[in-house]
């Protein structure tokens, strides 16, 4: 089976290849960073299966390249992403995707995921099912409960416009790990952006 991964950051990549290229069925041709990439790797054909992030750093986001890819020929795509949100997860059902699994899957998941949806199975783990056809409530000013101390300083400067370079900056940390921190509590807010958790966090003081 012919593997592109397509995540913006390259220790996931390194790891995705290290645990893929032991396997002697599965064979990673293509690496690449955002979704347009993605594309228009998937669109020079010879790929079994594409493994994408939901969000990159800027421009296209997985669900985008998802949609294009699978309707653009016969490559299939599996989600791999931190979100285990029950919109994000709705919203890759409704772009075709036919296996969606959570970054902290085990190996042996996490192969069984690539084999089944590259041979054209469904791979959702029960818990993301019983998620995405649950009623959907939307996202709550209750949810920020749910947020570390960091994430509540992330999300505060988030509302205040500041870039992840500047919030890195402000706190003191780089500018990777406040993407990965921008990325969880949108995650944990049930968002799709940093846009709609500054609103959801102004909604909150008001």
């Given amino acids: 089976m012919r593997i592109l991964i397509a995540d913006d950051h390259e220790l996931t990549r390194a790891g995705l290849r290290a645990v893929i290229d032991r ?7 293509s690496e690449v960073a955002s ?16 493994i994408l992030d939901i969000r990159f750093g800027a421009g296209m986001t997985g669900l ?9 020929g016969s490559t299939r795509v599996l989600m791999l992403t931190l979100h285990d949100t029950a919109e994000y997860v709705r919203s890759a059902l409704a772009a075709g995707v ?28 029960g818990d993301l099912l019983r998620l995405a056809i649950a009623p959907s409530a939307g ?9 570390t101390p960091r994430e509540h300083q992330v999300l505060e400067l988030v509302a205040q416009g500041l870039t992840n370079k500047a919030i890195g900056r402000a706190l003191g ?11 969880k509590l949108i995650a944990k807010l049930n968002v799709t952006d940093r846009t709609q958790a500054a609103v959801l966090a102004t909604r909150a003081q008001s």
């Fill in 173 to 183: 940390i780089g500018p990777g790990t406040v993407k990965v921190h921008v990325e």
């Fill in 139 to 147: 996202p709550s000013p209750s949810d920020l409960s749910r947020l």
């Fill in 23 to 29: 396997e002697p069925d599965l064979e990673v041709v």
């Fill in 98 to 125: 036919t296996g969606y699994v959570l970054k902290d899957a085990g190996r042996e998941d996490l192969l069984h995921a690539i084999r089944t949806v590259g041979s054209g199975g469904t791979a959702l783990p």
């Fill in 35 to 50: 979704g347009e990439a993605a594309v228009a790797a998937c669109a020079e054909g010879g790929l079994d299966l594409a």
């Fill in 64 to 72: 985008e390249a998802a949609r294009l890819i699978l309707a653009a």
